[in-house]
């Protein structure tokens, strides 16, 4: 992950690590980056007062990709610095994309880089969304089953999440994404189908709890999926 700041025309710096964090309870936010691998010389954080720095933070998937994650800009109104660690507080201008700034797929992110693994059944709800997306961005290359008998244990579903986060994770492998909804889900499943080779097995076992844990638009969309009929595959009702 690379954390860029520039101020106009001229590179700031440079950071492998960035948090930002809400502040006294208004739009403000505080962000501190970590690992500063470039600074300009010639910068006085002083000079940057209600002015305003551009942020972009690229990273680079397992298949050494590298995708712009976040771009924005950023009000500062007060900063300090050190050789290694700069701390500032202002308001981000985010555009309105629907790809707002979160955090906790920063960190997710990060984690990963370092070889660090993540149990997403025991993250929170907002953690486990994050960790959806995280795997969109890490893995989405991956769309090719390996096997040819698969066992999904629907027992570990306690929503909607987690059936989407558990299925990668046992049909593509860790980190694996298969959708973030019903809809995507099924555009993600179709395009595996079309790669499966040989006659595959998909057993998704204690498939009755599966109706009481997950949204009920979802599960009747999700129902007819598992029930349809596919060259090459099938699901097993278990």
Same mark, same amino acid.
């Given at each position: 992950?690379?954390?860029?700041?520039?101020?106009?025309?001229?590179?700031?710096?440079?950071?492998?690590?960035?948090?930002?964090?809400?502040?006294?309870?208004?739009?403000? +936010? &505080?962000?501190?980056?970590?690992?500063?691998?470039?600074? @300009?010389?010639?910068?006085?954080?002083?000079?940057?007062?209600?002015?305003?720095?551009?942020? @972009? &933070? #690229?990273? *680079?998937?397992?298949?050494? %990709? #590298? #995708?712009?994650?976040?771009?924005?800009?950023?009000?500062?109104?007060?900063?300090?610095? *050190? #050789?290694? $660690? &700069? *701390?500032?507080?202002?308001?981000?201008?985010?555009? /309105?994309?629907?790809?707002?700034?979160?955090?906790?797929?920063?960190?997710?992110?990060? !984690?990963?880089?370092? %070889?660090?693994?993540?149990?997403?059944?025991?993250?929170?709800?907002?953690?486990?969304?994050?960790?959806?997306?995280?795997?969109?961005?890490?893995?989405? =290359? *991956?769309?090719?089953?390996?096997?040819?008998?698969?066992?999904?244990?629907?027992?570990?579903?306690?929503?909607?999440?987690?059936?989407?986060?558990?299925? =990668?994770?046992?049909?593509?492998? @860790?980190? =694996?994404?298969?959708? $973030?909804?019903?809809?995507?889900?099924?555009?993600?499943? =179709?395009?595996?189908?079309?790669?499966?080779?040989?006659?595959?097995?998909?057993?998704? +076992? %204690? /498939?009755?709890?599966? +109706?009481? @844990?997950?949204?009920?638009?979802?599960?009747?969309?999700?129902?007819?999926?598992?029930?349809?009929?596919?060259?090459?595959?099938?699901?097993?009702? !278990?």
């Amino acid at each position: 992950m690379t954390v860029s700041v520039k101020y106009n025309d001229l590179m700031i710096c440079k950071a492998l690590q960035i948090k930002m964090e809400s502040f006294n309870h208004s739009f403000e +936010k &505080i962000f501190v980056l970590n690992d500063i691998s470039y600074v @300009s010389k010639d910068i006085d954080w002083d000079d940057f007062y209600m002015d305003i720095v551009y942020f @972009s &933070i #690229e990273v *680079t998937d397992q298949y050494g %990709n #590298e #995708e712009l994650l976040y771009d924005f800009h950023f009000r500062i109104e007060d900063a300090t610095a *050190t #050789e290694n $660690h &700069i *701390t500032a507080r202002g308001i981000p201008i985010m555009r /309105y994309d629907g790809n707002d700034y979160n955090q906790h797929v920063i960190d997710i992110l990060s !984690a990963w880089s370092k %070889n660090q693994e993540i149990d997403f059944l025991s993250l929170d709800q907002d953690k486990k969304d994050a960790y959806c997306s995280s795997c969109r961005i890490w893995n989405s =290359g *991956t769309d090719k089953l390996n096997n040819t008998f698969y066992e999904v244990d629907l027992d570990l579903v306690k929503s909607d999440i987690d059936l989407f986060n558990l299925m =990668g994770d046992v049909l593509l492998g @860790s980190k =694996g994404y298969l959708g $973030h909804d019903s809809y995507t889900f099924e555009d993600r499943l =179709g395009t595996i189908v079309n790669r499966v080779e040989a006659d595959t097995i998909i057993r998704l +076992k %204690n /498939y009755q709890n599966l +109706k009481r @844990s997950i949204n009920s638009r979802e599960w009747e969309y999700l129902d007819k999926a598992f029930r349809k009929e596919y060259k090459n595959l099938a699901f097993v009702l !278990a």
